[in-house]
């Protein structure tokens, strides 16, 4: 069974711009949840998705934003990047319901120049 | 505020040597502690859930067990290949349906043969 996948592995991007991050999470789970793990510091939740609609934010601007597909395929959106959005983005998927592990991908490594 | 905190930060064990490592937490309410493995660069990969005070779980040299303020994840004999960050995570029944996981900062394991 093919786990969590995340698109790109790395991605190199400029102040200001955006990035734009994607994930699939495993086969038959609904919920999709984005964390922010940035050097020296632990895993910060950013985002929950499940059955198409956002259902809790962390504590991170507005500028980090993201969806959900029909597919329960994930993208994560970080528009004016700033040097401190530097971070491994970690995508996670549980099935739902009373099953509350989650399951994590790769990352993607972003690096802000 | 929900608060999770690992010590030690860095331990350092001869293969063949046991030890533990200690999960303290302060949350509203306890929904699940969550044990995650992670290998530098690479994402948290899943090892136990525990539920409620007194649950232990095992997985090969690994025991997981739970108190009603901490975890302990205990180590037999540990190999090098043992050697990684130890992630420690709690999701709370505060707030309604959040799903989130609070993170602590992890202890690095390393194994010397």
């Known amino acids: 069974e093919a786990g969590v996948t995340q698109s790109p592995t790395h991605l190199i991007k400029t102040r200001g711009q955006q990035a734009t991050l994607r994930c699939s999470p495993i086969?038959?789970?609904?919920?999709v949840y984005w964390y922010q793990q940035a050097l020296g510091l632990g895993l910060q939740f950013l985002l929950w998705y499940d059955e198409g609609e956002e259902r809790n934010r962390g504590n991170f601007p507005p500028r980090f934003s993201g969806r959900q597909f029909p597919n329960y395929s994930s993208e994560l959106n970080v528009n004016a990047l700033e040097l401190e959005d530097s971070a491994l983005y970690l995508c996670?998927?549980?099935?739902?319901?009373?099953?509350?592990?989650?399951?994590f991908g790769p990352g993607t490594r972003l690096l802000v120049l | 505020e929900d608060q999770v905190t690992q010590s030690p930060e860095a331990l350092r064990l001869q293969e063949g040597e046991s030890s533990s490592l200690n999960c303290s937490y302060t949350?509203?309410?306890?929904?699940?502690l969550f044990w995650y493995r992670q290998d530098p660069g690479k994402g948290p990969e899943f090892l136990f859930t525990?539920?409620?005070a007194g649950e232990e779980k095992e997985k090969e040299r690994l025991k997981a067990t739970l108190t009603k303020k901490e975890s302990f994840l205990h180590i037999t004999a540990p190999k090098p290949e043992d050697s990684a960050t130890y992630l420690c995570a709690v999701q709370t029944n505060y707030g309604g349906a959040t799903n989130k996981l609070i993170f602590g900062t992890g202890t690095l394991l390393a194994v010397q043969p």
């Open positions: 086969s038959g789970h609904t919920s």
């Open positions: 525990l539920y409620s």
């Open positions: 949350v509203s309410g306890l929904r699940g």
């Open positions: 996670a998927s549980s099935a739902g319901g009373a099953q509350e592990t989650q399951y």
